[in-house]
């Protein structure tokens, strides 16, 4: 073994979950994400339409027989190699792009398969010409006969099957990542290859997620959630209302009272959902949201989304309210061992624990305007993935709360690039089931306006908080 | 996947994207409606390859003209980028860049003569009766391996394609006239041939094909699988002569054997122009 994959091996030998989080993140991370390309429709001249796939044949030769699965696995596996080496993280940049869209014509086979009608019947007006790719699919735009402008996320004619069958061929694929990268866990990096790609190969499910957070938001002040139209929606299309909006790299433009006022509702809306949908969308990526002026958010893409038990988050709003109100320290750590994030009797001074799990509270310790920068993020970042630390041998991030540490990978990279000042401490005190403090910003104000209104509609059972 | 680990198939790559020219003069031998054109570009290639190693090894003399006068021990994937470049170039360059290829091979043909030690036999490798050989163990293969593994094939085209090849073999110096042009009268000539068998020289050539020396663990372990389905593909009496059984059936599965390619065919592309080169070669197509 060469002296890298044995700093690697030792990085990463850390614990199967890491590897399986950080290539949850690096997948979602890497991809460029088609919603990146919804904002603006000119951009669909970087689609290769004179290499359009013509046939199921096409695009099983290009993303069958393992490719596709493949490319999956290079995308996540180059978010875990931080310190990748630059002839790898070329090889992936030329393959990136590598799969052309679908004709229109193939693109209009599956809507028949699917919708039971060519899309110029399904729809009152069909673009042909795509607006964007997704990793196994491209998205249209049409308007529906009852006037509604929609984007149509449709899956390539076969992939699901052959990445299935892919999949499958388990020995293979742990061959190759052991090819690949020498070091890593195979088994844990092929297993979580197959459930992300079994998610993302599934739009009923995605359309179920973010119909779910759709409603819970309607109406919201400066959240918006795409409603999913179900009677066109299938396992292969996926059908939403069209958003345009600005882009992260346009919302970077901005002036900083922009940023801010984006940021929050970004912070907001990942932890209102958590807290009181219990639902964690676990792709905090720049390319999933579409920016309004006016701090207006318009968030995308649900393929992951996590749902949470009571039993689940009762440790984490524990270790939040020890850690932060009570300053009771045994009982922060009691609260990280309940939750399996570190294992209990380990033989680390407790003042070491709220060290080093304390980074990952930064935001909300001080009651006073903070500034997330890039710097921070990637400080988080670092301390996430340092396997020398003291406490190292005996913390592990728990199967059920893998998805939700995107929150601190994903999240503060989101927030700290764009510089991001706020009172985060008095925004989650709004939120935190045991505080439910008062609104602390002009946007707070709007929202808790809209909870009472939102209350006062809903029938009483669905009310959980 | 990892580029640094597949230097091995760097030749390869280079000879790839040399070999597909971004502004050709003309459509070149065959043309882009051809055959040719449509299954010389097939991903299960690699396989092809291989088993038409295999075969053409097992003919005394053609063998002897390679151990003597090349270098092909000290560097295979170099020697295989050679002669990939030159099918590419044959195939999908302009008519003066093939015919220049051929003219070279037809030069270096020249000095390429000598006695084989096994059989006693002199050779020289501007016979034509050896250049045939050599040809129709390159072009069975590609049939075999393409219509098993690789896109459609149906036997109507397999024949066109082989009647298209004659041209392949015409241009090195086959007459015309004595080159098979169906499926059937080719493998008929196969089997007609004589002074076949499985020298020394033949074996050692193929036990290098199986398990080449610059791979690293991982990356031969994929590798010997593919040369096991080549092996898989033989006719039986030249799985014979070198005395290999027969893989088990799971291991030739068309689904699985796409799955090892596919994956080869991925790593491939990651290198630098194949990519570009595969995308000319389509939009010419197209056009």
Known sequence: MSATSAIRQSRFGRGAALARLALRIGGRYVARSPRLLFASVERRGELRHDLALRSADEVAEELGSMKGVLMKLGQMASYIYEDMPLTFRAAMSRLQHRAPPMT????????????????????ADWDPVPIAAASIGQVHRAITHDGRAVAVKIQYPGI???ITSDLRNVGLLRRIVGAAFPGLDTRSLVEELGERLHEEVDYAREAESQEMFARYYDGHPVIRVPHVLSELSTSRVLTS???????FDELLEWDQHEKDLAAETIHRFVFRSLYRLHAFNGDPHPGNYLFHRGGRVTFLDFGLTKLFTDEDLTPLVDAVRFLVFEKDYEAFRAALERAGFLRAGAPVPTATVVDRFGQFYGTVLQDAPMT?????????????????????????????????QRINLGLYAVLGSLHA????????????????GPPSTPIGEAEAAWEANRLSKLPRKVLKN | MEAARLSPLEPLAKAYARAVSEHPKDAGLFGPASLVWRVNRDRCFPLAGMRSLMVQALHPLAMAGVVQHSNWRQDPFGRLAATSGYVLTTTYGDTESALAAAAWVRKVHVHVHGVDPETNLPYSAEDPSLLLWVHAGMVDSIVTVVQRYGRRLDPGDADRYVAEMVRFAEIVGVPADDVPATVASLRAYIDSVDLRQATEAARDATAVVMDPPELDNDLRDLWHDLALVAVGTLPDWAREMYGFAAPAPELMERESVRQLLGALDLAFESLPGVLDARRRIELRTRA
């Open chain 1, 421 to 436: 000042t706020a009172n985060w401490r008095r925004i989650a005190e709004e939120i935190w089931p045991f505080r439910n």
């Open chain 1, 372 to 404: 997330i920068t890039p710097a921070y993020a990637s400080a988080i970042v670092r301390r996430f993935f340092d396997a020398r630390g003291p406490l190292a041998p005996y913390s592990d991030v728990p199967r059920a709360y893998v998805i939700m």
């Open chain 1, 160 to 162: 699901a099957r052959s």
């Open chain 1, 104 to 123: 229109g014509a193939l693109a209009s086979s599956v809507i028949v398969e699917e919708l039971g009608g060519v899309p110029e019947w399904v729809f």
């Open chain 1, 241 to 247: 209302e069209l958003v345009s909006g600005s882009t």
